[in-house]
């Protein structure tokens, strides 16, 4: 299936909220130890890498491996301190890249 | 006062072998996997209705025309995927979500088949079936629907393959027993389209019974063939009265 994402960001918090951002992305993660009905081995295709920018900062990054199941499942929590853009970015094997870009407004009490 | 304890003994029982253990296979599931299912965030069949809420949009074939042209709001197909598959009378056959998806797009919309299994006919039968999430399955088995029904009991009931086991043999006789790590399943087909595990992907229901089919080392059958058709015909009567869970998720 193509890649494609499922993102959930807030559009809006209170400064030194706790946010959660929570991912789900399309991609077979394909191991690359497998064979197919004709014993032919099936190329590895997997995201390597998966970060979050937010404000111009990386505040999330990972390294994904062949371990991982298809369709990735990610969601993680920080501190909203300021306004600023927010960044997913997901990078494959065959160079593919996703991006999904949003944008946080923090209220100040 | 015996007497009656007897009495009420005997109902029950009566009313257990009247009405099998219909149960979705939802129960089977630990509570981690009940959660995957019930968060429509987190759910990965939701993945399949995303895309086919796009194609559902796209126009294709030579007259430009998107499903939404015809159909309106997908929402308008609720109350359909839990009546499937019904006796079309006119070209005396059934049809299943599958079928109809796959007419639509060749007869009216003129535009290129889309082949079984595929993830573009996996995303719009998801979209179209999870309309329909929570209405009771419910198919027509009577009238001229009776004969494809009987057969589909028929081939539920026969043994097959070369471990030479039938449908009801695992799952109307030894359903909730143990096979290797697994609880076997009543083979309710209330969850349809939906993600397996195994499969690390989505997954018709013909496509399950073409895998139980593997599974006991019988032949495929062609899953538009009236043969298959009349077990899945079955199944979902088998399934009758469960809430349809697509995309549900299972191990």
Redesign the interface.
């Known amino acids: 299936?193509s890649l494609?994402a499922?993102v959930?960001i807030p559009t809006e918090a209170r400064a030194g909220e706790v946010i959660e951002i929570?991912t789900?992305v399309?991609h077979?993660?394909e191991t690359g130890f497998r064979v197919d009905s004709f014993g032919r081995r099936v190329p590895r295709k997997i995201l390597t890498r998966f970060s979050c920018h937010y404000d111009g900062r990386e505040i999330v990054s990972m390294d994904l491996r062949p371990g991982i199941?298809?369709?990735p499942?990610v969601a993680f929590r920080f501190v909203a301190d300021v306004s600023g853009a927010i960044e997913l970015r997901w990078e494959g094997d065959e160079g593919e890249v996703l991006i999904e870009r949003s944008h946080l407004e923090v209220i100040r009490a | 006062m015996k007497c009656w304890l007897l009495l009420l003994l005997l109902a029950t029982c009566c009313a257990g072998a009247d009405q099998p253990d219909r149960r979705s296979g939802y129960s089977l599931l630990g509570p981690d996997l009940r959660a995957l299912q019930d968060d429509d965030f987190a759910n990965p069949g939701m993945l399949w209705v995303d895309r086919g809420e796009r194609l559902w949009n796209a126009a294709s074939g030579p007259n430009q025309q998107s499903c939404r042209d015809c159909h309106g709001d997908p929402v308008n197909l609720r109350d359909l995927a839990n009546r499937l598959p019904r006796f079309d009378a006119t070209t005396n056959r059934l049809d299943n979500l599958d079928m109809l998806i796959r007419q639509c797009r060749t007869q009216r919309q003129q535009a290129e088949a889309l082949t079984h299994e595929s993830e573009d006919l996996l995303a719009l039968t998801t979209l179209v079936a999870h309309q329909s999430r929570g209405l009771p399955l419910e198919v027509v088995v009577d009238g001229p629907a009776s004969t494809a029904f009987e057969q589909g009991r028929a081939s539920f009931e026969r043994r097959r393959g070369q471990l030479d086991l039938s449908c009801a043999d695992c799952h109307e006789k030894l359903r909730g027993a143990r096979l290797r790590g697994e609880t076997i399943s009543a083979g309710m087909v209330n969850g349809f389209p939906l993600y397996r595990l195994t499969w690390e992907g989505l997954g018709s229901r013909q496509r399950m019974i073409r895998w139980c089919n593997e599974a006991v080392r019988a032949k495929p059958m062609d899953p538009e063939s009236q043969r298959a058709l009349a077990l899945e015909l079955y199944l979902a009567w088998r399934s009758r009265g469960l809430a349809l869970e697509a995309p549900a998720v299972r191990r």
């Open positions: 299936m494609s499922r959930r929570r789900l399309s077979p993660m199941a298809a369709n499942y």
